[in-house]
């Protein structure tokens, strides 16, 4: 499988510079990094077998995150952020958790043989976090600040519970730069779509095991901050997309945020 159908990259920083950087000259250089785990239900080819008579369980948020790849485009467009995404279903590998963790592999694949788990893992899990990585440290090494956001929909009734947000910011709380990012961004949202609900860490702890979570263990607070955006997927139309209006106002209130 080539790496051009795990995940593209489909806006990089022109010129060089993606912006940012202040004009104080102690100050780091910004670069944007757009990220989507959950973007797709796709089961690849080789591994359809297993998921027969799994197509409803595909379709539904337990196999993708429904309205986060255009959320992500839309936000990575916004700030000429560097964009990678996977379409492979969570279903087949759980890219927004850590190594060795519970709940990396679904049900569905742990009924499968250890090696085709390992061989998922080497052809999606592997590739995909080591791009990202790889992205924020050569950003890091060449002097910038990374603020990565992780694109993610969440449904809006689990368990019976009905979820009461239309937009969470998952952080952690002990970074200075994310809490006070997200309290800017959720500030913005309010003015820019006063209709809509913003909560912090919430429908989960930003401080959970995932992506952002691993990257934090990796790069320092001075030059990497990982925030999760998560919305509420009764915005979500015909499965696929969030209104490009709610998703301007989005990405248009982080970019107030950020004082750009
Ligand atoms: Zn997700």
Same mark, same amino acid.
Request: proline share 6%.
């Given at each position: 499988?080539?790496?051009?159908?795990?995940?593209?990259?489909?806006?990089?920083?022109?010129?060089?510079?993606?912006?940012?950087?202040?004009?104080?000259?102690?100050?780091?250089?910004?670069?944007?990094?757009?990220?989507?785990?959950h973007?797709?239900n796709?089961?690849?080819?080789?591994?359809?077998?297993?998921?027969?008579?799994r197509e409803r369980l595909l379709a539904t948020h337990r196999g993708y995150d429904p309205?986060?790849?255009?959320?992500?485009?839309?936000?990575?467009?916004?700030?000429?952020?560097?964009?990678?995404?996977?379409?492979?279903s969570r279903l087949? @590998?759980? %890219?927004?958790?850590? =190594?060795? +963790?519970?709940?990396?592999?679904s049900?569905v694949? /742990?009924?499968? $043989? &250890?090696?085709?788990?390992?061989?998922?893992?080497?052809?999606?899990?592997?590739?995909?976090?080591?791009?990202?990585?790889?992205?924020?440290?050569?950003?890091?090494?060449?002097?910038?600040?990374?603020?990565?956001?992780?694109?993610?929909s969440f449904a809006p009734v689990l368990?019976?519970?009905?979820?009461?947000?239309? @937009?969470? %910011?998952?952080?952690? =709380?002990? +970074?200075?730069?994310?809490?006070?990012?997200?309290? /800017?961004?959720? $500030? &913005?949202?309010?003015?820019?779509?006063?209709?809509?609900?913003?909560?912090?860490?919430?429908?989960?702890?930003?401080?959970?095991?995932?992506?952002?979570?691993?990257?934090?263990?990796?790069?320092?607070?001075?030059?990497?901050?990982?925030?999760?955006?998560?919305?509420?997927q009764?915005?979500v139309?015909?499965r696929?997309?969030?209104?490009?209006?709610?998703?301007?106002?989005?990405?248009?209130?982080?970019?107030?945020?950020?004082?750009?």
């Amino acid at each position: 499988m080539s790496r051009g159908r795990l995940h593209v990259r489909v806006a990089a920083p022109a010129g060089g510079s993606p912006g940012a950087g202040g004009d104080d000259p102690g100050e780091p250089s910004v670069e944007f990094l757009v990220t989507c785990e959950h973007g797709g239900n796709r089961v690849p080819a080789r591994y359809s077998a297993l998921f027969r008579g799994r197509e409803r369980l595909l379709a539904t948020h337990r196999g993708y995150d429904p309205g986060a790849l255009a959320m992500a485009r839309t936000l990575a467009q916004a700030l000429r952020a560097t964009l990678v995404v996977s379409t492979v279903s969570r279903l087949l @590998v759980e %890219l927004n958790r850590s =190594p060795g +963790r519970q709940f990396l592999f679904s049900p569905v694949m /742990r009924n499968a $043989a &250890a090696a085709v788990r390992d061989e998922v893992c080497r052809r999606y899990y592997v590739p995909y976090r080591t791009e990202v990585e790889a992205i924020i440290a050569r950003a890091v090494n060449a002097g910038r600040r990374v603020v990565h956001v992780s694109s993610h929909s969440f449904a809006p009734v689990l368990a019976g519970s009905m979820r009461s947000a239309d @937009v969470g %910011l998952l952080y952690d =709380p002990l +970074r200075s730069g994310e809490r006070e990012l997200c309290h /800017r961004w959720q $500030a &913005a949202l309010r003015a820019r779509a006063p209709q809509w609900s913003t909560r912090r860490n919430y429908p989960y702890l930003g401080r959970s095991d995932g992506f952002t979570t691993w990257l934090r263990q990796r790069f320092p607070e001075r030059c990497y901050l990982g925030i999760e955006l998560e919305i509420n997927q009764k915005h979500v139309r015909d499965r696929r997309t969030v209104p490009i209006a709610a998703r301007n106002a989005v990405a248009a209130a982080l970019r107030d945020a950020l004082g750009r």
